[in-house]
């Protein structure tokens, strides 16, 4: 095999080159090992290998060539020491989690959640006798007055979904610093074009690749990168031995989608900036949230620490659920669906579906309201988003 090393590359190139890995017949297209195992010349080759004495593969539970280009190229365009992909996003959010926690651990967790990653902090954790606060994101004395002795984790997501709150990662990492915990940040939301959690002093990244990384709504997918002591010390084992990893065949497809993601992103985030200012004109639209505009809650630290807006809109239609639902079921081109980031455009009702687990008192603490829907900007034309989003709204009304 030959290698494709960085040479100073931009995203835009590693995305396309970044952790090739060509084989003897020099393809152009990264090749697709779709193996479960790998064969050995002797018996003492294969003692060796599983020594860790001689290189090579050994079973694709642990490692396999095509989803390690992925992981490579992931590990570039983060900035990132080491990575481990996986199934899908929940799968990443569980390993990163839960593989350096034991019994008697506390986790602080921002309150704002995707409704799984809530329910792995809220209902899973505690089962396993790990305690767990969670916080308002936003508010850094929070995190500062729930950090205990036994603090070892801070997990946040930011933009939030789906009302895309904005965290302040620098200030979070700093008090993790401080009392030894490490911060776990998944930056599906931002994508990792528009925020470099690392950078901004996270420990951990997780991504569910199922969004812009695929982006056309293909296959399932996540990612784990941070250091190589903690991937090592922490992550290997548990990931080795629970096995949550990635198919060949969808790190394939996800190589593709990584060499098109900055072209989408760029793409569905002018689109939805230019949607956002529309709905905020609009007389049966009663609030719209989206970083990048001047009147996001925490436009300072947005400007501060993303590159870019969002593919997403929150927003909330006058007129509670039953104006949310016959505006959704008014549209001929956006889509109903709970997935996000793709080409296609979609929208949601979080409180009937990716919320829907959460109290109404929890979900209103959040902001997701009766009327609250979350929009995924595709790449159609914005034109065309525009008309069929005010046609709906006219037929709502
Ligand atoms: C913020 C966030 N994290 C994690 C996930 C889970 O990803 P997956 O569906 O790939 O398991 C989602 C999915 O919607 C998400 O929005």
């Not at 081109?333 to 080409?343: E, Q």
């Amino acid at each position: 095999m030959t290698s494709e090393t960085k040479r100073n590359w931009k995203p835009a190139t590693a995305l396309v080159h970044g952790g090739t890995q060509r084989s003897a017949f020099g393809e152009t297209s990264e090749a697709l090992y779709l193996t479960q195992g790998f064969v050995y010349d002797s018996a003492e080759a294969a003692e060796a290998r599983f020594k860790g004495e001689a290189p090579g593969f050994i079973y694709s539970r642990y490692a396999n060539p095509t989803v390690d280009m992925f992981e490579r190229r992931m590990c570039e365009l983060e900035g990132a020491e080491d990575a481990r992909a996986t199934a899908s996003g929940m799968a990443a959010v569980a390993a990163a989690l839960l593989c350096s926690l034991g019994a008697g651990d506390h986790v602080v967790a921002a309150r704002a959640l995707f409704g799984s990653c809530r329910w792995i902090v809220e209902t899973l954790m505690p089962k396993y006798g790990i305690e767990t606060t969670l916080v308002d994101g936003t508010d850094i004395d929070a995190w500062k007055s729930a950090v205990r002795a036994n603090t070892k984790l801070f997990f946040l997501e930011s933009p939030t979904n789906p009302t895309l709150e904005v965290i302040d990662i620098a200030a979070v990492a700093a008090i993790a610093n401080e009392c030894g915990a490490r911060l776990v940040v998944d930056n599906v939301f931002a994508t990792p074009l528009q925020q470099k959690p690392l950078a901004l002093g996270a420990h951990v990244v997780v991504y569910s690749a199922t969004k812009h990384i695929d982006g056309q709504g293909r296959c399932l997918g996540g990612v784990v990168l941070s250091d190589k002591a903690w991937i090592d010390d922490k992550l290997h084992d548990y990931f080795r031995h629970t096995g949550p990893s990635l198919s060949p065949f969808n790190a394939w497809t996800l190589l593709k989608g990584l060499e098109t993601l900055p072209l989408r992103v760029r793409q569905q985030t002018e689109s939805a900036a230019r949607i956002a200012g529309h709905l905020a004109c609009h007389p049966a639209i009663e609030r719209v949230v989206y970083p990048g505009r001047n009147d996001h809650p925490q436009a300072d630290i947005v400007a501060r620490q993303m590159t870019g807006g969002s593919t997403l809109i929150c927003f909330d239609v006058k007129g509670g659920k039953s104006a949310a639902f016959s505006f959704q079921n008014g549209l001929d081109l956006v889509r109903i669906s709970n997935n996000l980031g793709d080409a296609k455009s979609l929208i949601t009702h979080p409180a009937t579906t990716t919320h829907k687990n959460l109290a109404e008192a929890a979900r209103l603490e959040l902001g997701i309201n009766a009327g609250t829907v979350r929009l995924s900007v595709g790449l159609e034309d914005a034109d065309d988003l525009i008309d069929d989003l005010d046609r709906a709204l006219a037929r709502a009304a």
